[in-house]
């Protein structure tokens, strides 16, 4: 895995001020035990745990408890709402710079929904997994070009039809070739973005009372990135964002790179 979780650094940059010690200690306990089911699961099918980024979902919690989490060896962390993680990006910059520099900088990634109005902030983040229409693209494309940077973006498809569910509308890609022949051709016109730089793709599997049932779905998006490898060779096809706390183990076996867990980490909301 990218980031270890050595408990060793609960008590360096913000022991004393964030939580409790046992608030602290439960964060330490679930990170290990998270870490733990992704080797076991990656392992189960001959991957390397060093594969599967660990992407910490923190919606909702306070920057004291991001805080926490980036003492224990968490660098990898998801937001659903703009408006919500670019507090968080600042305060997490301010304090890491204010205590010790140079420091291992944490990686922002932005997983959920992002509207239209929205954008020139979602720019700012370090990776957009939620690119879902052409016309977002264009959108991300002109904020990122104004503010100099390229941002890596991954394609968010509602493979499963979810109707609840964002994301390119592909449930019947595999039987309809002419949703697909379409699919292709956006992606390959969203390629041509100069600041957005593809490196995958991402998903949501509906609620599910087992984890094994979202098994089609993930293997869906998979066999989709396939496709995409032989029409689009000369893009960076690395990512498969799918999986959270009730199914990543599922999803790790089905060949997921970022897996973003909140619930199995943070406790419940």
């Excluded at 964030?18 to 306990?29: G, Y």
């Excluded at 944490?106 to 990776?127: C, E, N, S, Y």
């Excluded at 991954?154 to 002419?178: I, P």
């Amino acid at each position: 895995m990218e980031e270890g979780f050595s408990t060793s650094g609960s008590t360096a940059l913000f022991a004393t001020d964030v939580m409790a010690e046992q608030v602290a200690h439960a964060l330490a306990v679930n990170l290990e035990r998270v870490q733990a089911r992704i080797a076991a699961a990656a392992q189960r099918v001959g991957r390397s745990p060093q594969e599967i980024i660990l992407v910490a979902v923190t919606k909702t919690q306070p920057v004291r408890v991001v805080q926490a989490a980036y003492c224990l060896g968490v660098r990898h962390f998801g937001e659903n709402r703009v408006e919500e993680g670019i507090p968080k990006i600042k305060a997490l910059t301010e304090t890491l710079g204010a205590i010790t520099s140079p420091y291992e900088r944490p990686v922002w990634h932005m997983i959920g929904h992002i509207q239209h109005r929205k954008t020139a902030q979602a720019v700012l983040f370090d990776m957009i997994h939620s690119l879902d229409s052409l016309r977002l693209a264009e959108r991300l494309e002109a904020r990122a070009a104004a503010s100099e940077r390229v941002v890596p973006v991954l394609l968010e498809c509602n493979v499963s039809g979810e109707a609840s569910k964002y994301g390119f509308s592909l449930a019947d890609w595999q039987r309809d070739r002419a949703i697909r022949a379409e699919f292709v051709q956006t992606v390959r016109t969203i390629s041509r973005l100069p600041h957005l730089k593809l490196q995958g793709l991402m998903t949501m599997a509906p609620i599910v009372s087992v984890a094994e049932l979202a098994r089609p779905v993930f293997a869906s998006l998979r066999a989709l990135r396939e496709v995409l490898r032989q029409e689009l060779p000369d893009i960076d096809w690395q990512h498969l964002s799918m999986g959270m706390t009730d199914d990543f183990e599922v999803a790790i076996e089905e060949g997921a790179t970022l897996v973003r867990i909140g619930r199995a980490i943070f406790g419940e909301r």
